[in-house]
């Protein structure tokens, strides 16, 4: 079965009201992973018997007469950088070889504590580096809408199964971009929370003061369920935030008022798309006719943001990135001629050539006499990009941007060009930076038929406004 | 600032890298450009700017009491493996 055509509460009251059953459900998505799959290659591994066992287990429940949980029986993919017990996980690199976590990341607990089936672990650009997932370690995933090209990344896997039907949610990671920029190109929602909403417990570091986990869906609905369950304070997560959440689906239909919408002039780049830029265009005046007051605003920092992301996201890598040595995890190269020469050998035959390329410069960027040129100052930047935004949010509630200067890119197009692909970030980095919650929600396709998105930007916290405004958005625009 | 090969050299080193000789060449390049670019940030006055090293400083972040409480234990642990072998890590002068 393949399940473009259904939702999250639609599948949960079709099981309930005996129309359907778990398992037929479950294993015709594996059918349609079969299917299709071959193509589009989102998936790393597949967990066909425990999701199958899980169904029968649910479909037993409800010929007891059991009612269901708020996501019984509904099919999940989890991004390879989250830890699932007892199956691999790979980060999407060769390092990680033969692990498999004695635990489950708590986002993945929770989304299973509320009835979710975990039907597959997805692919990635290498420890969450890229925006293509061509920096897979093992192979690159294709957008479900064109097979040329790039599903975007880094949880590309996540939002090309949500895209294609062989998942109705899934779960990302965004430390720059990587759920939002993903979403835009398949054309599903992807939301990042603000920083330390929900628990990185089981989420393998990539740059500790960035990293965010988040959902992807077909609606903003279903992404508002989702992360209404995954949200919330963890005792197994210092960072993560202590902070009350609301049930986020229950006003998300009813009309806002006086609110109002910033538009930062800066994100009218030279580089960007005429057919993003018009699509946005649309998407502003969507608001207008809803009654939302749209307003220019500055954020003067903008064109700073890549370059500060590039310095703080790669030193955090390096350090984090230490760990992989051959002691602990997966690889182990030249262990026989000394300590020294097994971490250089493992880390040389383990790691990809992106991965490589930012602990280099992450080292560079944190090393005696430039510390203070590259890394602090990418700090103060950083502050710089914050204060923007603080300001910005004392005259208005939301800001409104493209997702992506451009519409998915061939595949191959900019693998040799770092650079150019760093640039593709440009929309979604300044989120990450300032800790705050973004959502990409579709805003229709290109002439060639590539999705376009837009994103919503809120402050610290303000998922509820951030969520009921993309629903009325999704609402309008369809 | 342009990347040299042996800048290369020394941050993989700094870094417990390996990076094989036909790869420095590369990388210097690509290294030198992703640092011209980001070296606009000198056009940026910070001067009585303080660092951010963490967004949410008013958040209160999570610590628990000292108790032992794990949530995987070693049991579950060893249910992957059997043993942990690891090489030798200490090494005489």
């Keep these: 079965m393949n399940l473009r055509d259904i939702t999250a509460d639609k599948l949960v009251s079709l099981y309930?009201?005996?129309?359907?059953?778990?398992?037929?459900?479950?294993?015709?998505?594996?059918?349609?992973?079969?299917?299709?799959?071959?193509?589009?290659?989102?998936?790393?591994?597949?967990?066909?018997?425990?999701?199958?066992?899980?169904?029968?287990?649910?479909?037993?429940?409800?010929?007891?007469?059991?009612?269901l949980d708020a996501l019984s029986g509904v099919p999940v993919a989890i991004k390879d950088n989250m830890a699932l017990r007892d199956v691999p996980t790979t980060c999407g690199s060769r390092i990680l070889e033969g692990y498999v976590p004695p635990y489950t990341a708590t986002a993945v607990e929770r989304l299973r504590g509320a009835g979710a089936i975990v039907v597959g672990k997805t692919n990635l650009d290498e420890f969450a580096m890229g925006s293509s997932t061509e920096n897979s370690s093992f192979f690159a995933t294709r957008n479900p809408h064109n097979f040329d090209y790039v599903p975007g990344g880094s949880s590309g896997g996540s939002a090309a199964a949500v895209a294609a039907g062989m998942s109705l949610i899934a779960l990302g990671s965004d430390t720059g971009g990587s759920i939002r920029q993903p979403a835009s190109f398949c054309g599903v929602v992807g939301i990042k929370p603000t920083y330390g909403r929900v628990s990185r417990y089981g989420l393998v570091a990539y740059a500790s003061s960035l990293d965010q986990i988040g959902p992807f869906a077909k609606s903003v609905r279903e992404?508002?369920?989702?992360?209404?369950?995954?949200?919330?304070?963890?005792?197994?997560?210092?960072?993560?935030?202590?902070?009350?959440v609301e049930p986020f689906l229950r006003d998300i239909e009813q009309p806002l008022k006086d609110v109002r919408i910033g538009v930062p002039k800066e994100y009218f780049?030279?580089?960007?798309?005429?057919?993003?830029?018009?699509?946005?265009?649309?998407?502003?005046?969507?608001?207008?006719?809803?009654?939302y007051r749209i307003e220019e605003i500055s954020l003067p920092h903008t064109e700073q943001a890549v370059?500060?992301?590039?310095?703080?996201?790669?030193?955090?890598?390096?350090?984090?990135?230490?760990?992989?040595?051959?002691?602990?995890?997966?690889?182990r190269k030249g262990g026989e001629s000394g300590l020294a020469d097994m971490y250089r050998k493992t880390r040389m035959n383990g790691f990809g050539k992106e991965v490589k390329r930012r602990i280099l410069l992450g080292t560079y960027a944190l090393s005696a006499g430039y510390y203070d040129a590259y890394y602090l100052k990418a700090l103060k930047v950083r502050t710089l990009i914050l204060k923007d935004f603080q300001n910005a949010f004392e005259h208005v509630d939301l800001v409104f941007t493209p997702t992506s200067p451009t519409t998915a890119f061939r595949i191959g197009e900019k693998i040799d060009d770092p650079l150019s692909m760093y640039l593709s970030d440009i929309f979604t980095i300044t989120c990450n930076l300032a800790g705050l919650p973004g959502i990409s929600i579709p805003a229709g396709k290109n002439a060639a038929g590539l999705p376009i998105g837009v994103q919503l930007l809120g402050n610290h916290f303000q998922e509820a406004l951030l969520l009921r405004a993309a629903c009325h958005f999704e609402r309008a625009f369809c | 600032m342009k990347i040299t090969e042996a800048d290369v050299e020394y941050v993989a080193k700094l870094a417990n890298l390996e990076v094989a000789d036909d790869e420095k060449k590369e990388l210097a390049g690509q290294l030198?450009?992703?640092?011209?670019?980001?070296?606009?940030?000198?056009?940026?006055?910070?001067?009585?700017?303080?660092?951010?090293?963490?967004?949410?400083?008013?958040?209160?972040?999570?610590?628990?009491?000292?108790r032992v409480a794990a949530r995987t234990g070693t049991a579950d642990a060893g249910k992957t493996v059997k043993y942990f072998k690891v090489p030798k890590v200490i090494t005489e002068r």
């Design chain 1, 16 to 67: 309930q009201n005996r129309d359907l059953s778990v398992t037929e459900v479950i294993a015709g998505v594996f059918d349609e992973i079969d299917r299709t799959d071959k193509d589009v290659r989102a998936f790393l591994t597949l967990c066909k018997d425990r999701a199958l066992e899980e169904a029968r287990r649910i479909d037993s429940k409800i010929a007891e007469g059991e009612t």
């Design chain 1, 223 to 244: 992404c508002a369920q989702v992360l209404s369950i995954v949200c919330g304070f963890d005792p197994y997560d210092s960072t993560s935030a202590d902070v009350p």
């Design chain 1, 269 to 291: 780049i030279p580089g960007m798309d005429p057919e993003v830029k018009a699509r946005f265009e649309d998407a502003i005046k969507v608001y207008e006719g809803l009654g």
């Design chain 1, 307 to 331: 370059a500060a992301y590039y310095l703080i996201a790669t030193a955090e890598a390096s350090s984090n990135l230490a760990r992989y040595d051959g002691v602990r995890y997966g690889v």
């Design chain 2, 32 to 66: 030198s450009s992703i640092v011209e670019y980001v070296e606009q940030l000198n056009k940026v006055d910070v001067s009585s700017v303080a660092p951010t090293t963490q967004i949410l400083e008013t958040v209160k972040h999570a610590v628990r009491d000292d």
